[in-house]
């Protein structure tokens, strides 16, 4: 597990799952705020998996990466129950940093994490849940895996803000699974923050 580092594959968005927890209480009251199309400006993420393995010796493998994307390119229109996108790309080039602890013993390795993700178009349903939250029942374009992380990370809701034209999606991520290093696969947990930018035509 030493200098083990995990790379971004399938990267739609990144943004996260369980950000909808909020309840909807009564329904949504007044118009669908997202109705409309709606330019990606690009997303912000931070992210962190922890693996454990317990034994002898005890080993914890903590990966850490940063990222803007770039190149961005793309349109998000909101129909009533459903979300249609069309040409959604973006770059990410960035470092991913690895802390491999064993025993009393630190090692530290650094590793470029570059992904492009051509333009592709899909069509989604979604469900507005009261009026700064949205979730995707059967899952969303945003989505990434992260390479021997069994379960896949399930991205399907989202808070959002809207100020004057600009849209505002936050998502969080928690969640547990297991990890496949140099073929010992242990317990893990990831952490993801993401923000998504839009801008209404």
């Not at 004057?164 to 991520?173: E, M």
Request: proline residues 5%; neutral net charge; hydrophobic residues 35%.
């Amino acid at each position: 597990m030493r200098n083990s580092a995990f790379l971004f594959a399938s990267v739609c968005c990144l943004l996260s799952m369980a950000a909808c927890k909020k309840k909807n209480n009564g329904g949504n009251s007044g118009p669908n705020p997202l109705i409309g199309s709606w330019t990606f400006n690009g997303e912000t993420s931070n992210a962190s998996t922890t693996s454990t393995v317990a034994g002898p010796v005890s080993i914890k493998v903590v990966n850490l990466v940063n990222f803007a994307t770039t190149n961005n390119s793309g349109d998000l229109t909101f129909n009533s129950d459903s979300m249609v996108v069309a040409g959604l790309g973006y770059d990410i080039d960035t470092a991913v940093t690895t802390y491999t602890y064993v025993g009393a013993t630190i090692d530290t390795a650094i590793s470029p994490l570059t992904v492009t993700t051509a333009p592709f178009d899909t069509l989604v349903a979604y469900k507005l849940i009261g009026q700064d939250s949205i979730s995707f029942p059967n899952g969303s374009p945003f989505a990434f895996a992260l390479q021997g992380f069994q379960p896949p990370v399930q991205l399907n809701g989202f808070h959002f803000s809207i100020n004057g034209n600009t849209l505002t999606l936050h998502s969080t991520i928690n969640q547990t699974g297991q990890e496949t290093y140099n073929g010992i696969t242990a317990p893990t947990t990831v952490a993801v923050t993401s923000v998504i930018t839009l801008t209404k035509h």
